[in-house]
């Protein structure tokens, strides 16, 4: 790809995130005062005002803007309001949890999706198409904290297999992974199944059957490979979902990552915390689809000439 692509993404980029952290910062201080949520009711007059002048509330929303704009070039994402800690020490705690999770979730999704479009592909029209079919409608309509309930009440409640709730073992992580890659799996599932029944039409594999080369070899060798372009592309796409339904799994399970922190701060108005998790899950989605264009040229070299 050129140079002239990846400037103009860049710059996209960029664009995306400066809108991302300005709406973040005018919604979340023009829907309500924080120092009603931090401080408690009989608070002092004298104190209300030391705790917006030690935060700079009392200062313009304007001015306040371009403080945290500046603060954000110098790396500086802010202190938390209610123990004054560094929004990136308190993330930074949090957020090796959500990528575990995120890992085992995307696990779940590639191991189940994938495979199952190829065999829904392969046996066109069959009882096994329809059942996938099926799964990829549910994987779509099901809402992550309703599939969460159904698995603590079957394996936590009645099998007693699994833990419902927290961390600390592999155990743990087997119901919020699977939850959260349900999702990913049946849009894997579905877009694996387009692909793979448009690439197996073309005249080439049609030749290779002719050829009498072996089915798996031309599954596997051809089909597949220029199946991967749309396949890459919703991979890319639910990385910025999975980050979004972290934020509902990890409140079902209990689970100690960013998404329960970003619940339980906004709850309490911690704008700062709040901010910086915002703009840390934008700027993994507007990654994520940096590295799907990444990857498109070096699974087809025609798009780094057409580029």
Avoid: C
């Avoid at 829904?120 to 779509?140: E, H, I, N, Q, W």
């Avoid at 927290?166 to 799996?185: C, E, K, N, Q």
């Avoid at 915390?273 to 940096?290: D, H, K, P, S």
């Amino acid at each position: 790809m050129g140079r002239r692509f990846w400037l103009k993404r860049l710059l996209r980029t960029l664009i995306t995130l400066w809108a991302v952290v300005t709406f973040t910062f005018v919604v979340l201080r023009t829907s309500g005062d924080p120092v009603v949520a931090l401080l408690s009711p009989d608070a002092l007059p004298a104190e209300i005002e030391q705790f917006r002048q030690k935060w700079n509330l009392d200062r313009s929303l304007l001015e306040q803007y371009f403080a945290y704009m500046l603060n954000l070039f110098t790396g500086d994402f802010g202190h938390s309001y209610q123990d004054g800690r560094a929004v990136t020490a308190i993330i930074a705690e949090r957020l090796p949890n959500t990528l575990q999770l995120g890992a085992v979730a995307y696990l779940w999704a590639l191991a189940i999706g994938i495979p199952a479009g190829i065999l829904a592909a392969l046996k066109r029209d069959s009882l096994l198409d329809r059942g996938v079919m099926t799964f990829a409608v549910v994987g779509f309509a099901l809402p992550n904290y309703f599939l969460g309930i159904l698995l603590i009440l079957l394996f936590s409640f009645h099998l007693r297999w699994l833990p419902s709730a927290g961390a600390g073992s592999a155990l743990h992580l087997i119901m919020p992974g699977l939850t959260l890659g349900f999702y990913v799996a049946g849009t894997l599932a579905r877009f694996t199944r387009s692909a793979m029944l448009e690439v197996l039409e073309r005249p080439y594999m049609r030749t290779i059957r002719a050829k009498g080369a072996p089915f798996l070899y031309g599954v596997l060798r051809h089909a597949l490979p220029n199946a991967a372009i749309p396949i890459v592309t919703i991979l890319g796409l639910n990385l910025g979902a999975l980050v979004g339904g972290t934020v509902v799994v990890e409140a079902v399970f209990g689970w100690p990552g960013i998404g329960r922190l970003l619940v339980q701060t906004v709850a309490s108005r911690d704008l700062a915390v709040v901010q910086g998790l915002v703009l840390m899950m934008a700027t993994f989605m507007v990654l994520a689809n940096l590295l799907a264009d990444l990857t498109y040229s070096l699974i087809d070299p025609r798009i780094r000439v057409s580029k």
